[in-house]
């Protein structure tokens, strides 16, 4: 990571002359702007932050702004928020020439958090839960594909007959996984460079399937690592002329893409879920009880639930069981490493959005002391335990008609939430896809 | 005549067994109509069938529980893996026997499943349709119904829109020729094949004009009784896919084939006719009853309108010329039903269904609310005037397949019409057509996320 004082040393030698202040959206994505090095600088930006049009709080992927919030809207002209640094995010980006990154909180005129903005609701639920006398530690395992054409080729074949970096499944090869290796390890030692501690790569369980994992760190910064490397592995992708994609499920006859969440509780620098088996298993009971309420923000797309198949090793259910890995929750480490793993999430997740819905409904299990119920023995795929929701739409209607949504986030972040995911089913309600085509064009 | 070509009007049996006595028909089509309005069945030699043509033949059952790509679909009672997807016997309905002239040496007749004690299997669409005509029979009135086709002229083959993945599509013209004569005529060779060929095939042809988007045609035939009508309406919509096939083009029924373009409708007209009089004439009593049934009753039976995910996409957006609220009007093209026709000739027409209908279960669902009104004298609500995609609290039809799910679960006039072996056969259908669209991933998904997300 890069100091403010080291940033100044860097732009002054010429080693730095750009600084990417950024800021995530409602999909995840970084959005923002690049400012000169020495603008950065002369103008403090670190403390004034930047202006960014509103709208941002309130797009689709397409960019378009959708009506409905109010948030953002036409009747409110559109105007601006403030992006303000968090010095603490301040990091080189390796694979871009003599370039930095700032990630930034966003606010409104008058100096108050922007309450719709993810890395606000986020660090809203951990200061819960210091109010409670924890730390929350996360740990993200993003899943992608890696393809032979590069994005400008995939879009211009309209994403169809893409072809994996491998023929055949790598998971865990090691053979495989040297073909791509002239990439991973770049997007490897690309985030090393960036800050965020790598742990390893390994070959996944399609053609072309890979996974990088990351140490975990306390929430924040876990979703800060999170977006930087999402966005720097699919930067490194376009350089090496290849492209990757985090979707959850990019075809219905391949495994999907997973974001498996892994999070425990700590006091005082050490797991609080190695000695108080009370907050661990209130916890995990809480979580059980509450992410079918909150699975927009950990499954916020139509596309999120193709993952959600029987044999797919992407669960169904909302069952738990000690390293079972048919079940939507994993109970995985001993004594300090002992924590909750969610397989729910896809690589489509917004990390902060996923982890303050964790973090929320395990918080909301330790407020009400909710119990844990017997862990699953067995194969998840096949019992009658409580599915987790199988369409967005039943998402939206499970976070409808819920209350611990509304009493952990506010009334203001469901709602802007749940428009985000009405409008996501509306448009793919609208639109005429392939699927109908192939069906119907000629039979139907 | 000894000439198929030029021959028109339906087949008699006694005809049949001449031509296939002097070589002019070989082969005989014999089909049944799936739950998607599709012609399944088998070629019979001539000499074969005319043995035997009052005689049965046996097919899979399982030709009532197949989804679009012909896969069997669990959860159905007719047929099973569990009973073992045993046959039924068809049994060919003489009175629908033709040739198809655009086929060499061939005839063809629909037929009805039945079971082997000799009862009729209640879920076939045939006889959904022929229970409701009965039941208006029964009443005292004989149903009158017409059903407008629009379809799309593409430039590519059905082989070359496979090969690219249905994503390139592109319609046969290059700008919308709503009436226009001119421009038609770049597909009139085309079109006037499939006028004749229906001419021949015993279809009453009226007209063919293009339609409101590039490449858009319609074809119209005569009124008639519900079930000639519908037969006709099947036997249309697969000779004309094989037409185009013939001349290398490929022509779409879907409902809406590309969100930027104009759907395809099917509007449904229908009247009720005692002693070869409308009885609608001069906006009855009967009139009212009736047009206030299907208003009421339309969207519990949407799924029998508008059957697939598909089918909902055309209900989008405003101006669309898609009738998307229960309301009515006189002559008024933006509400769901439109009252068009004068004196003798006035008739509902229910805008709401495209042309993925199965026409048989369509005509069958819009009669069933049209007897309900009458039955239960229901009250006709005053006619919407003015532009009905702009009334903000106008009843809509449900917006997705998903609800039609919902409103048809929720309702009892459907299980009382049709009963309840009928209406469970087809909610499992409707719920396997969304529970298959829910499961697989489309390149409207690849577009948004792929880099992206």
Excluded at chain 1, 303 to 326: E, I, V
Excluded at chain 2, 411 to 426: C, E, L, T, W
Aim: proline content about 5%; some cysteine.
């Amino acid at each position: 990571m890069l100091t403010l004082d080291q940033l100044k040393a860097a732009v002054r030698n010429g080693s730095i002359d750009t600084v990417v202040v950024a800021f995530t959206d409602m999909q995840g994505r970084l959005v923002g702007k690049r400012v000169h090095g020495g603008y950065f600088v002369e103008h403090d930006v670190a403390a004034h932050g930047i202006e960014g049009c509103a709208y941002l709080l309130a797009l689709d992927m397409e960019m378009e702004p959708v009506p409905g919030y109010a948030f953002a809207n036409w009747d409110s002209g559109y105007g601006d928020f403030r992006a303000r640094p968090d010095p603490a995010t301040l990091r080189r980006l390796p694979w871009l020439e003599g370039t930095a990154l700032v990630l930034c909180d966003l606010e409104h005129h008058d100096g108050t958090p922007a309450a719709p903005s993810p890395r606000q609701v986020l660090k809203n639920q951990v200061e819960r839960a210091r109010a409670l006398g924890f730390e929350p530690m996360f740990g993200s395992e993003l899943e992608f594909y890696v393809f032979g054409e590069s994005y400008a080729e995939a879009n211009s074949k309209r994403y169809r007959l893409l072809t994996p970096s491998a023929p055949y499944i790598l998971d865990y090869h090691v053979l495989a996984a040297t073909y791509d290796e002239p990439l991973i390890r770049q997007i490897r030692n690309g985030m090393q460079g960036a800050g965020i501690a790598v742990e390893s790569s390994k070959g996944e369980a399609w053609p072309g399937q890979h996974e990088i994992n990351f140490v975990f760190a306390d929430a924040l910064a876990m979703a800060d690592n999170h977006v930087v490397y999402k966005n720097g592995a699919k930067e490194i992708a376009h350089q090496n002329g290849r492209s990757i994609t985090f979707m959850a499920k990019p075809d219905e006859t391949w495994i999907g893409s997973s974001c498996h969440i892994h999070s425990s509780l700590w006091r005082e620098g050490a797991n609080a879920f190695a000695v108080e088996p009370e907050t661990f298993e209130r916890y995990l009971a809480g979580q059980i009880a509450c992410l079918a309420e909150l699975a927009i923000f950990v499954a916020p797309t139509v596309n999120s639930y193709k993952r959600f198949a029987a044999g797919s090793w992407a669960p169904t259910t909302l069952a738990w069981g000690h390293d079972n890995r048919t079940c939507g929750f994993r109970v995985v480490g001993d004594g300090p490493s002992r924590r909750t793993e969610t397989r729910i999430p896809g690589g489509d997740a917004n990390p902060y959005l996923a982890f303050a819905a964790l973090l929320a409904a395990g918080l909301h299990g330790i407020e009400n002391e909710l119990e844990l119920p017997p862990p699953l023995e067995g194969n998840a795929y096949e019992s009658d335990a409580e599915r987790f929701p199988a369409a967005l739409y039943e998402a939206i209607q499970r976070l409808e008609t819920g209350s611990t949504a509304r009493s952990a986030f506010g009334d203001e972040v469901v709602e802007h939430y749940l428009h985000y995911a009405r409008t996501e089913q509306r448009l793919f309600d609208e639109a005429v896809t392939d699927y109908e085509r192939r069906r119907m064009f000629e039979r139907g | 005549m000894s000439d198929s070509k030029g021959a028109e009007g339906p087949l008699s049996l006694k005809q049949l067994q001449s031509e296939v006595r002097d070589g002019t028909i070989e082969s005989v089509v014999l089909a049944l109509v799936d739950m998607q309005g599709r012609l399944m069945g088998k070629r019979v030699q001539s000499d074969y069938f005319v043995e035997r043509a009052e005689d049965t033949i046996d097919v899979c059952s399982s030709l009532l529980t197949l989804d679009m790509e012909s896969d069997t679909t669990p959860g159905y009672t007719v047929s099973s893996i569990d009973l073992g997807y045993p046959d039924f016997p068809l049994h060919p309905d003489l009175a629908t026997l033709r040739r198809m002239p655009w086929h060499e040496a061939t005839a063809l007749v629909l037929t009805d499943p039945h079971w082997e004690d000799g009862t009729p299997v209640d879920e076939s669409p045939r006889q959904i349709l022929r229970h409701q005509v009965e039941r208006a029979q029964a009443l005292g009135y004989e149903p009158m119904m017409s059903s407008e086709l629009e379809f799309f002229v593409c430039r590519e083959t059905y082989d070359q829109v496979h090969d690219g993945g249905y994503l390139q599509i592109t319609p046969a013209g290059r700008y919308v020729t709503d009436g226009h004569l001119l421009a038609p005529g770049f597909d009139e060779a085309f079109i006037r094949q499939l006028r004749v060929a229906m001419r021949g095939a015993g279809i009453p042809v009226e007209a063919s004009k293009a339609e409101a988007w590039p490449g858009q045609h319609e074809i119209t035939f005569r009124y008639g009784d519900p079930l000639t009508v519908a037969d006709n309406h099947v036997i249309y919509k697969h000779g004309a896919k094989e037409i185009a096939d013939q001349n290398g083009r490929s022509i779409t029924f879907m409902a809406k084939p590309d969100h930027t373009w104009i759907g395809s409708s099917c509007h449904v007209h229908s009247s009720l006719w005692q002693d070869g009089r409308n009885v609608f004439e001069g906006e009855s009593e009967v009139f009212r009853h009736y047009l206030a049934g299907q208003v009421a009753y339309i969207a519990e039976l949407a799924i029998f309108v508008a059957p697939s995910v598909n089918s909902y996409k055309r209900f989008v957006g405003k101006g669309t010329w898609a009738g998307n609220t229960v309301t009515w009007a006189h002559d008024n093209r933006t509400t769901g039903f439109r009252v068009v026709g004068r004196g003798n000739a006035l008739r509902t027409e229910a805008r709401v269904p495209g042309a993925d209908v199965n026409p048989h279960l369509a005509f069958a669902a819009l009669l069933a609310a049209g007897l309900h009104g009458i039955e239960n004298e229901l009250e006709l609500p005053p006619p919407y005037e003015g532009n009905a995609y702009e009334l903000e609290d106008a009843p809509r039809f449900p917006r997705t397949l998903r609800e039609a799910v919902a409103a048809l679960e929720a309702g009892s006039m459907a299980r009382a019409a049709f009963g309840d072996a009928v209406i469970d056969h087809y909610l499992n259908y409707a719920r396997a057509e969304q529970r298959l669209f829910d499961g697989v991933v489309t390149d409207y998904e690849r577009q948004r996320m792929f880099e992206r997300g």
